[in-house]
């Protein structure tokens, strides 16, 4: 029997990169985890629908704490990127994935933000 598979609104994840601890990264997956299991927005509470992961580099060293989402909408799989997250922003972006409103544009940065670089 395969794995239970729980569908979710969308992925978080919470740099823990050496850079982004000394930013206090740790203490911020802490409490956006707390967060996400107090107000049943963590996909295995009932209504819930997000995941959260701790993530190596994700290569904004210089400006982490670092946070990546990922989500699906009609128009396909979205992402973005979030440098010097603190916990109110990770809450409302949270609230945002879960909810499937507009993400908060603060502190945002990458493909939606600006053209991609060639490779
Ligand atoms: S250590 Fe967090 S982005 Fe590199």
């Given at each position: 029997m395969p794995p239970l598979y729980f569908r979710?609104?969308?992925?978080?994840l919470?740099?823990?990169?050496p850079?982004?601890?000394a930013r206090g990264s740790a203490?911020?997956?802490?409490?956006l985890w707390n967060h996400l299991e107090?107000?049943?927005?963590a996909y295995y509470k009932k209504g819930g629908s997000l995941r959260l992961t701790e993530s190596g580099c994700l290569g904004s060293c210089s400006f982490g704490p670092s946070l990546c989402v990922y989500?699906?909408?009609?128009?396909?799989?979205?992402?973005a990127w979030y440098a010097a997250v603190d916990f109110p922003l990770a809450a409302r972006i949270?609230?945002?994935v879960h909810e499937g409103t507009e993400l908060p544009a603060e502190h945002q940065?990458?493909?939606?933000?600006?053209?991609?670089?060639?490779?």
């Open positions: 979710t609104s969308g992925h978080l919470v740099c823990q990169g850079n982004c601890q203490l911020l997956h802490k409490a107090r107000q049943s927005l989500r699906r909408r009609e128009s396909g799989l979205q992402e949270a609230q945002a940065y990458g493909p939606e933000q600006q053209p991609a670089l060639s490779p």
